[in-house]
C-alpha cells in the first residue's frame, strides 16, 4: 500500500518485505519442499540429494519410490531416478552442524541481524567478474582448483560425471569421473587440486583413496592403502600433494610421478590434528594452512580452528572460532582456505558468508572482507594464475570469479 495508507514509511515496508522473504528464503532452505519437515542430520529428515539437483527428506525419498523402493519422480521437474541414485546433500548437512542441536535460526547462525546483510565488498575492489555451474549443472559441489598454467578451473560435485573442467572463458571443456565401483570411478569427491604438472588428484571419501587423472579424464594413479578419511588437498609447485585426513587427524605429503602413474612416497608429516579438512599451501614460502573443525559440547558449539604451520612444519599460529570471534565483529566458522600470491591467509566464512583475509602468518590475524556479499554458502576457494579469486558456492551450486574492479 502507498505509505499514507500504511501508516508506516516506505523504507520500513521495504525493510519488513525484505526480512519476510529472508523468511521465507530460511523455510525453503531447512525444510523438506515435499513433507515440509525440517530436515535434521539423520532418521527420515536427513536431506537427500536427487541427480536432478533437487533435495528431499529421506522419508519421501522412500515413499515417493513405492513399496518396491525402484524409481521414483522427482514431484519438481519429473526427473526419474532411482532411490540408489540418491546421496546426502552435504551443504544442508553442514548448516544444520552448524545451527547445532538447539536448531537456531539460519540468520543468527550467519550472523545477521533483523537489519539485513553485511556492508559490501571492502576497500580490496573485488568485483563480480564470472559466474559459472548453477542448478543442475553442477550438484553439490565441494571442491574447486585452478590450473596455473592454463588457467584451466576443475570442480569435484555430486553430479554423475563427478569431476567438470572449465575454460578461461567459462566454458565446460571435460566431464570425467563417473559415479560407480570401477577402480577409476569417484564414489564421493570431498576436494580437488590440480598439480603443476597438469593433472587433476581428487580426494574420494567413498572409498577412503587419493585419484588422479589428466585433463583428459584418464585415470592415471589411484592410492588406497593408508587413509582413513582423506579430505583436503592442495598442490605445491613441485607437483607434490599435500592433503588432510580428517580421521586419522594427520596431514600428509604424497609425491608420485603422475605422467607414468607411480606412487613414490606417502608420508605423514603432522598427526594429533582434530578433524583438518581444508588445507592450503604458500607457492612462495612453502607455508601451510589447516582448517580444524571442533566438535564441543552443547549447542551451537562447533567450530573451526586455523592452524598455520611454516615449511619445516613448525607450528607458527592458531585460532579458533573463539578466539576470532573476540578480536572480529561476528563468528566465524571457516569452510576453505587459500593463500594469495603475496602470502596472505584467506578464508571463506559461512557464518557471514563472506570471503575474509586474516593477512600473513607474521601477522595473523588481522580482519579484511574481500567480498561480503553475494555468496549463500562459500566452501571452495582458489586463485587463478590472473590473481582473479574463485570462490566455489555450494548454496547456489555455482562457480564465482572475482576480479580487481
Partial sequence: RPPSLSGRPAS??????????????E???LECRVCFERYGPGGQRRPRNLPCGHVLCRGCVGALSGPERRRLECPFCRRACGPAETSDCLPLL???????????SVPSALGRSGGGRAAGPAAAGLGLRLSLGGWGSLVNPTGVA??????????????????????????CLQRF????????????PLDVTVTSDGHVVVTDGGDCSVKAFDFEGRGVLAVREGFCLPWGLDATPESEVILTDSEAGALYRLTADFKKGKLKKCHMIRSQLISPRGVAVCQTSGAIVVIEHLKAQGPNNSSTRVKIFSAEMDLIGQMDSFGLNLVFPSKIYTTAVAFDKEGRVIVTDVCSQAVICLGKPEEFPIFNPLISHGLSYPVGLTYMANNSLVVLDSGDHSIKIYSST
Fill in 12 to 25: 520500513l515496508s521495504l525493510a519488513a518485505a525484505g526480512m519476510a522473504a529472508e523468511d521465507e528464503a
Fill in 27 to 29: 523455510l525453503s532452505l
Fill in 94 to 104: 553442514q548448516l544444520l552442524e552448524v545451527l547445532g542441536p538447539a536448531g537456531g
Fill in 177 to 188: 569421473g563417473e559415479r560407480g565401483d570401477a577402480g577409476n570411478d569417484i564414489k564421493y
Fill in 146 to 171: 585452478a590450473c596455473r598454467r592454463s588457467g584451466r578451473l576443475a570442480v569435484a560435485h555430486d553430479g554423475k560425471k563427478r569431476i567438470h573442467v572449465f575454460g578461461p572463458s567459462g566454458s
